[in-house]
């Protein structure tokens, strides 16, 4: 199992916030800012002597939650200042992107961190589609088409133009190419039908979040079925499962955090908005149709002492097949930072040494 | 609406009574079909809005009689020259689909100044080692040429007794996968030229189309997303809309006239 730290750069606020997605501008505190991003470097530089394999990163927008709406940025920026470690890029949110900048940007990002890189592409979650003014109805088709010519613009060595339904363009001829070829190893990021069978057909991993194991195992499962239709099979490297983990000494008191957790999200769109969003995003997992996460809180499916992960780790690679497991070891948008330094340690020291062969 | 715009007619050239579909006005555009045959499209119609289309059905297909004596491609290339000169087209935009693309690029190879540029729809001059041309039931075909075959609409299935008239010709002028008499060629063809692929064609590998412009000294390539082989029927509007940039401006059509402004 590899395993890889989801960082978030975390924002200690001096001031209680809003709880309303989006959070106003005005209240960003500016020094508070630049300590979340000192604090970030200092907690990877931790991250890889604990010997993670990789860190990841996620495009979020207009709250302190995920303080990285341009993942790309803190990507290269971490790639500086980390010597080892493989930077996952599991943004960039394509439907809202220009797919060609994306394609131009990951290349040099791959380029300057020597080869450490990892791509995942994606759809976004749905509040998402307002930070551009997105139409959802129409996000789906945009990712796919999207994606299909980020790769192509890595791997096409002729100037081409693109004849879409979403994008257009007569000139495509990217500098700098990947370092890694054809392209850096890259993940469709969903649980959807079609992100599966995108992943399936273009040779892509592919990576799921959050559900439980048997949610996101339907998942998983149907895309080695569709990669089998199309006559290959995934490497357990090219599934990855992002999940909170709540770990500490005892399973009591690992318990005793998941109760103080809150069920909503910290910052939860209007509810006139989340109800029209409802209607408006359709998703599924696997063809089954599921309700878009639109501001309940993202569940926790680690927990307990170092002991009982390990077993769940197991089970998590029985049931949904992963061989890399990205975490977040402690709730992202929480303030006090102490709780996540404290399970880094005992995850570095008691659980990683212990699923590197599961 | 695409058939009743064209209207059909017939020319004597090279020992060969030719049919035709034409419509609309303008600087002629003519269209050399796939090994298929000729069908009329919703792109055909798109054209017409902006050329005179002239649609030819090449001896030996479709309607005309089993079709002998064309030993090769630069024979039937100079049957279709001869054809377009009795029609007293002096000067044309050509346009060649998988097959005819082949068809077509002889054809300004020996007839440079009347060619005043090339499209190519998914040509097949060029072709991935171990290309096979489709056959099968008209339901396999169907599913090898088409992303979308509900965009066919009324357009008929492949009719299997003219498939089979056909294929020993087709099988005959296809020439090898890689042809270096025509790729030496090619790099003298001063011709401008649009080469269009379908991201999901089937037949022939996408990746082909970078071959023609290593090889052309003046091409462009142009992908058309969610498309197969038969471009111009799974994605008639984006094809077309190319198509004619490209016809009107040549290569100043990399240069966007797309209007960005919302509200004034």
């Given at each position: 199992?590899?395993?890889?730290?989801?960082?978030?750069?975390?924002?200690?606020?001096?001031?209680?916030?809003?709880?309303?997605?989006?959070?106003?501008?005005?209240?960003?505190d500016?020094?508070?800012?630049?300590?979340?991003?000192?604090?970030?470097?200092?907690?990877?530089?931790?991250?890889?002597?604990?010997?993670?394999?990789?860190?990841?990163?996620?495009?979020?927008?207009?709250?302190?939650?995920?303080?990285?709406?341009?993942?790309?940025?803190?990507?290269?920026?971490?790639?500086?200042?980390?010597?080892?470690?493989?930077?996952?890029?599991?943004?960039?949110?394509?439907?809202?992107?220009?797919?060609?900048?994306?394609?131009?940007?990951?290349?040099?990002?791959?380029?300057?961190?020597?080869?450490?890189?990892?791509?995942?592409?994606?759809?976004?979650?749905?509040?998402?589609?307002?930070?551009?003014?997105?139409n959802?109805?129409?996000?789906?088709?945009?990712?796919?088409?999207?994606?299909e010519?980020?790769?192509?613009?890595?791997?096409?060595?002729?100037?081409?133009?693109?004849?879409?339904?979403?994008?257009?363009?007569?000139?495509?001829?990217?500098?700098?190419?990947?370092?890694?070829?054809?392209?850096?190893?890259?993940?469709a990021?969903?649980?959807?039908?079609?992100?599966?069978?995108?992943?399936?057909?273009?040779?892509?991993?592919?990576?799921?979040?959050?559900?439980?194991f048997?949610?996101?195992?339907?998942?998983?499962?149907?895309?080695?079925?569709?990669?089998?239709?199309?006559?290959?099979?995934?490497?357990?490297?090219?599934?990855?499962?992002?999940?909170?983990?709540?770990?500490?000494?005892?399973?009591?008191?690992?318990?005793?955090?998941?109760?103080?957790l809150?069920?909503?999200?910290?910052?939860?769109?209007?509810?006139?908005?989340?109800?029209?969003?409802?209607?408006?995003?359709?998703?599924?997992?696997?063809?089954?149709?599921?309700?878009?996460?639109?501001s309940?809180?993202?569940?926790?499916?680690?927990?307990?002492?170092?002991?009982?992960?390990?077993?769940?780790?197991?089970?998590?690679?029985?049931?949904?097949?992963?061989?890399?497991?990205?975490?977040?070891?402690?709730?992202p948008?929480?303030?006090?930072?102490?709780?996540?330094?404290?399970?880094?340690?005992?995850?570095?020291?008691?659980?990683?040494?212990?699923?590197?062969?599961? | 609406?695409?058939?009743?715009?064209?209207?059909?007619g017939?020319?004597?050239a090279?020992?060969?009574?030719?049919?035709?579909?034409?419509?609309?006005?303008?600087t002629?555009?003519?269209?050399?079909?796939?090994?298929?045959?000729?069908?009329?499209?919703?792109?055909?119609?798109?054209?017409?809005?902006?050329?005179?289309?002239?649609?030819?059905?090449?001896?030996?297909?479709?309607?005309?009689?089993?079709?002998?004596?064309?030993?090769?491609?630069?024979?039937?290339?100079?049957?279709?020259?001869?054809?377009?000169?009795?029609?007293?087209?002096?000067?044309?935009?050509?346009m060649?689909?998988?097959?005819?693309?082949k068809?077509?690029?002889?054809?300004?190879?020996?007839?440079?100044?009347?060619?005043?540029?090339?499209?190519?729809?998914?040509?097949?001059?060029i072709?991935?080692?171990?290309?096979?041309?489709?056959?099968?039931?008209?339901?396999?075909?169907?599913?090898?040429?088409?992303?979308?075959?509900?965009?066919?609409?009324?357009?008929?299935?492949?009719?299997?007794?003219?498939w089979?008239?056909?294929?020993?010709?087709?099988?005959?002028?296809r020439?090898?996968?890689?042809?270096?008499?025509?790729?030496?060629?090619?790099?003298?063809?001063?011709?401008?030229?649009?080469?269009?692929?379908?991201?999901?064609?089937?037949?022939?590998?996408?990746?082909?189309?970078?071959?023609?412009?290593?090889?052309?000294?003046?091409?462009?390539?142009?992908?058309?997303y969610?498309?197969?082989?038969?471009?111009?029927?799974?994605?008639p509007?984006?094809?077309?809309?190319?198509?004619?940039d490209?016809?009107?401006?040549?290569?100043?059509?990399?240069?966007?006239?797309?209007?960005?402004?919302?509200?004034?």
């Amino acid at each position: 199992m590899k395993v890889s730290f989801f960082e978030t750069a975390r924002y200690s606020a001096p001031d209680a916030l809003p709880s309303e997605w989006p959070v106003p501008s005005g209240v960003y505190d500016r020094d508070a800012g630049a300590q979340a991003y000192r604090g970030m470097i200092e907690r990877l530089e931790y991250v890889e002597e604990l010997g993670f394999d990789w860190v990841s990163v996620s495009e979020h927008h207009y709250s302190p939650r995920i303080l990285t709406p341009a993942p790309i940025v803190s990507a290269a920026f971490i790639a500086a200042r980390l010597k080892k470690i493989t930077i996952a890029l599991l943004g960039p949110i394509v439907p809202q992107s220009n797919p060609v900048r994306v394609a131009e940007e990951v290349a040099m990002l791959d380029t300057l961190a020597q080869g450490r890189l990892v791509v995942g592409l994606l759809r976004g979650t749905s509040n998402e589609s307002l930070t551009y003014d997105l139409n959802p109805s129409e996000a789906r088709e945009r990712t796919d088409e999207g994606m299909e010519l980020i790769l192509k613009a890595w791997t096409e060595p002729q100037p081409f133009g693109w004849q879409g339904r979403h994008f257009q363009y007569r000139t495509v001829s990217i500098w700098p190419r990947t370092l890694q070829q054809p392209h850096p190893p890259t993940y469709a990021l969903g649980t959807s039908r079609e992100s599966c069978e995108f992943a399936a057909r273009h040779h892509l991993g592919c990576g799921v979040s959050y559900g439980s194991f048997e949610a996101v195992g339907k998942a998983t499962r149907y895309y080695r079925e569709q990669c089998a239709r199309q006559g290959w099979q995934p490497a357990p490297e090219q599934i990855i499962y992002r999940a909170n983990m709540l770990l500490a000494d005892t399973d009591e008191e690992a318990q005793e955090s998941l109760r103080k957790l809150p069920g909503q999200a910290p910052f939860a769109m209007r509810p006139g908005v989340r109800d029209a969003m409802m209607t408006l995003d359709s998703r599924n997992i696997a063809g089954e149709a599921r309700a878009p996460i639109v501001s309940g809180a993202l569940p926790t499916t680690f927990v307990g002492s170092p002991d009982t992960v390990v077993e769940q780790v197991r089970r998590c690679r029985d049931v949904v097949g992963a061989g890399v497991l990205d975490l977040s070891l402690h709730p992202p948008g929480s303030r006090d930072l102490d709780p996540l330094m404290r399970a880094l340690e005992l995850f570095g020291r008691k659980v990683l040494p212990r699923i590197r062969d599961i | 609406m695409a058939e009743t715009a064209f209207s059909e007619g017939y020319v004597e050239a090279d020992g060969f009574r030719i049919r035709y579909m034409e419509g609309g006005r303008g600087t002629p555009l003519v269209h050399l079909h796939g090994a298929g045959g000729l069908r009329l499209t919703p792109a055909h119609d798109l054209l017409r809005r902006h050329f005179r289309v002239v649609a030819f059905e090449m001896p030996g297909f479709g309607q005309s009689p089993e079709n002998h004596r064309t030993a090769s491609m630069p024979e039937l290339a100079s049957t279709m020259a001869q054809a377009i000169k009795r029609l007293d087209l002096d000067t044309f935009n050509l346009m060649g689909t998988s097959f005819g693309g082949k068809t077509a690029l002889w054809l300004a190879l020996q007839e440079p100044e009347s060619v005043l540029a090339l499209v190519l729809e998914a040509p097949a001059a060029i072709r991935q080692a171990g290309a096979r041309s489709p056959s099968g039931s008209p339901e396999e075909i169907r599913r090898l040429l088409y992303a979308h075959p509900e965009r066919l609409g009324s357009v008929p299935l492949p009719d299997p007794a003219v498939w089979a008239k056909t294929q020993p010709l087709v099988q005959r002028l296809r020439g090898p996968d890689r042809d270096a008499d025509l790729e030496d060629r090619l790099q003298e063809l001063p011709t401008p030229t649009l080469v269009l692929f379908g991201t999901l064609d089937r037949v022939i590998a996408p990746e082909m189309g970078r071959v023609y412009r290593e090889l052309l000294p003046s091409c462009h390539l142009v992908f058309v997303y969610d498309a197969a082989h038969a471009i111009s029927t799974d994605r008639p509007e984006a094809f077309a809309e190319v198509v004619v940039d490209f016809l009107e401006r040549r290569e100043a059509f990399v240069i966007s006239r797309a209007e960005t402004v919302i509200h004034p």
